[in-house]
C-alpha cells in the first residue's frame, strides 16, 4: 500500500498558491504604482502646459496685438515668431512636441509644422481638456508619423491640458478656449511600473517561500508521525492476519 505524503502535497500546493499569489499581487501593486506615477506626470505636465502658455502670452501675443492688432498663423512671420518662442519655451524641458488645439479640434500650431490644420476626431482625452480636464495616457509610437518623430518603437507620455484666457496678472480665468497636447518620454515611467511589480513578485514569492519552508517542517513530523501510524497499523492487522490464519489451521 503507497502511503500519502503530506509533506509532498504542501509543498506543491504551497508552490502553486506562491505563484498565484506573486502574481495577483504585481498585478494589482503595478496597477496601483502605474496611476500614481500617471498622476503625478499628469500633474508635471499640466504644469509645464501653463508655463508655455504664459510664455506664448507674454512673449508672442501680447507684443503680436500691440504691434499688428490680429494673430494671424497663416503670416509666415507670425508664425516664425511663435515656433521660435515655443522652442525656446521647451527647450530644456523634457517635451518631445507640442500641439495647440482650438475647441473644434483644429491643430493651430504644432511642433511638427507639417500636422497644422490637422482636426483630431473622436478623441476623450480631447473632449475631455475641451470640458476642462486635464488628462494622460501612455502611448507606443514608432511609425513613419508619429507626431513626435520617431522611428522606432517608444513609449510616450500624451497629456491634454485646457488653456484658459490669461488676466493681466498672467492667471487662468474664464471658460476654455483651447487645449495644449504635451508629449514626453515615458521610458522611465514604464520602466518603474515593471520594476514596481517585479519588486513585488519577488517579495511575495520570498515570503511565501519562507513561511512554506517554516510550516513545512511542522508538517513533515506530522508527515512522520502519519507513516509511523500507518506502518503500525500495517503490522497489527498483518498480526491479526496470522493469528487468524493459526485459529483456522487449528480449527
Request: hydrophobic share 45%; no cysteine.
Amino acid at each position: 500500500m503507497e502511503s500519502f505524503s503530506l509533506t509532498k502535497y504542501f509543498l506543491g500546493t504551497g508552490f502553486v498558491t506562491a505563484v498565484l499569489v506573486a502574481v495577483a499581487l504585481s498585478l494589482h501593486t503595478s496597477s496601483e504604482v502605474e496611476h500614481e506615477l500617471l498622476e503625478r506626470s499628469k500633474h508635471d505636465a499640466a504644469r509645464l502646459a501653463h508655463h508655455l502658455n504664459r510664455e506664448v502670452h507674454e512673449r508672442f501675443l501680447l507684443p503680436t496685438l500691440e504691434k499688428q492688432g490680429s494673430i494671424d498663423l497663416e503670416d509666415p512671420a507670425q508664425l516664425a515668431e511663435l515656433d521660435r518662442i515655443v522652442r525656446l519655451g521647451i527647450s530644456e524641458l523634457e517635451i518631445q512636441a507640442v500641439y495647440f488645439f482650438d475647441l473644434e479640434g483644429r491643430i493651430t500650431y504644432s511642433t511638427n509644422l507639417e500636422h497644422r490644420g490637422f482636426v483630431v476626431s473622436d478623441n476623450p482625452n480631447f473632449h475631455r481638456a475641451t470640458e476642462g480636464q486635464t488628462s494622460s495616457i501612455v502611448v507606443a509610437r514608432g511609425n513613419p508619423l508619429d507626431v513626435a518623430g520617431h522611428t522606432e518603437p517608444v513609449s510616450l507620455l500624451e497629456t491634454y491640458v485646457p488653456v484658459r484666457v490669461l488676466d493681466a496678472e498672467g492667471r487662468p480665468e474664464g471658460e476654455v478656449v483651447g487645449v495644449i497636447e504635451l508629449y514626453q518620454d515615458a521610458t522611465e515611467l514604464v520602466q518603474e511600473t515593471r520594476s514596481a511589480m517585479l519588486d513585488v513578485a519577488l517579495a511575495a514569492t520570498i515570503g511565501i517561500t519562507v513561511l512554506m519552508l517554516g510550516l513545512s517542517l511542522w508538517v513533515r513530523k506530522a508527515d512522520r508521525t502519519i507513516e509511523e501510524r500507518t506502518q503500525a497499523l500495517l503490522a497489527a492487522n498483518a498480526r491479526l492476519e496470522a493469528l487468524s490464519s493459526d485459529l483456522e489451521r487449528q480449527v
